[in-house]
Antibody, heavy 122, light 110 residues
Framework: QVQLVQSGAEVKKPGASVKVSCKTS????????MHWVRQAPGQGLEWLGW????????NYTQKFQGRVTMTRDTSISTVSMELSRLRSDDTAVYYC???????????????WGQGTMVTVSS | QSALTQPPSASGSPGQSVTISCTGT?????????VSWYQQHPGKAPKLMIY???ERPSGVPDRFSGSKSGNTASLTVSGLQAEDEADYYC??????????FGTGTKVTVL
């Protein structure tokens, strides 16, 4: 079945970087865009950006420009999201989520990873 | 871009209907028909319930319906059931390949 399995929880100090991976299975990896979404404790969802696993093209929300990098490795059907210069308010659960539209980005996220808790604390 | 505005809470008794609003601007909700709705139970990942304003993915009960008028989208849950108690988030295309989520609404089944 279609699955997104994310890497495990991370604890980082302010100023450090974190990289979260999202391994896909059960579908054609290059056929569907992948989005990243985060949720701070007790807060709502926040969209970070997307990556096209086929071309490698990406788009980041302006708030995270310069701090976020999304990559893909087609050999292992995995996408990753790295966030640098971490601050305490980056503490959140980070999700990867597949766009349901085939080969185009449409924003309807039909398959989600289990989430990765990133804690930023000194 | 700013988060879309949703009421913090909504409630209804079993069997009743509840409608949640999602207000944006002409640059997001009002400008495109790419509005989605997600259901999230505590400690779980969100689940897609509605896409393209009113389309239901396979497996989502027809008790869930979506609509849009101007800059405001709405999700209606008819025939409320206990398992519908959850947080609900709207999302909209906001132009320039960007998306934005709503502030979220907690639905309580009384």
């Amino acid at each position: 079945q279609v699955q997104l399995v994310q890497s495990g929880a991370e604890v980082k100090k302010p100023g450090a970087s974190v990289k979260v991976s999202c391994k896909t299975s059960g579908y054609i990896f290059t056929g569907f865009y992948m989005h990243w979404v985060r949720q701070a404790p007790g807060q709502g969802l926040e969209w970070l950006g997307w990556i096209n696993p086929n071309s490698g093209a990406k788009n980041y929300t302006q708030k995270f420009q310069g701090r976020v990098t999304m990559t893909r490795d087609t050999s292992i059907s995995t996408v990753s999201m790295e966030l640098s210069r971490l601050r305490s308010d980056d503490t959140a659960v980070y999700y990867c989520a597949r766009d349901s539209y085939n080969s185009v980005v449409g924003g309807a996220l039909d398959i989600w990873g289990q989430g990765t808790m990133v804690t930023v604390s000194s | 871009q700013s988060a879309l505005t949703q009421p913090p809470s909504a409630s209804g008794s079993p069997g009743q209907s509840v409608t949640i609003s999602c207000t944006g601007t002409s640059s997001d909700v009002g400008g495109y028909n790419y509005v989605s709705w997600y259901q999230q139970h505590p400690g779980k990942a969100p689940k897609l319930m509605i896409y393209e304003v009113s389309e239901r993915p396979s497996g989502v009960p027809d008790r869930f319906s979506g609509s849009k008028s101007g800059n405001t989208a709405s999700l209606t849950v008819s025939g409320l059931q206990a398992e519908d108690e959850a947080d609900y988030y709207c999302s909209s295309y906001a132009g320039s390949n960007n998306w934005v989520f709503g502030t979220g609404t907690k639905v309580t089944v009384l």
